[in-house]
């Protein structure tokens, strides 16, 4: 894991995909809010909920082929 400190209005770029991450506020208790500013092709997800993410995906992906075939 690589660890980088930042202030507000700094910003890391990771290459490729051109994805920057800035940092937009501090607040006095020290959570840090981040912008994130990514190609369309790119899900930016937290992680709490990147299993609720796939789960949907997955029946998203089932109920399309349902109705292609002609299901539902």
């Known amino acids: 894991m690589l660890v ?3 202030r507000v209005n700094q910003t ?3 290459e490729p995909g051109n ?3 800035t ?3 501090i607040t006095q208790g020290g959570a840090v809010r981040i912008g994130i500013d990514a190609p ?3 899900t930016i ?3 709490e909920l990147v299993g609720k993410y796939g789960r949907l995906q997955a029946q998203a992906e089932r ?3 349902r109705r292609q ?3 539902v």
């Open 23 to 25: 940092v937009t506020h």
């Open 45 to 47: 997800l937290r992680e």
């Open 12 to 14: 890391i770029v990771i």
């Open 4 to 6: 980088l400190g930042r």
């Open 63 to 65: 109920e399309e082929r």
């Open 40 to 42: 369309p092709e790119y």
């Open 69 to 71: 075939e002609g299901g």
């Open 19 to 21: 994805i920057k991450i």
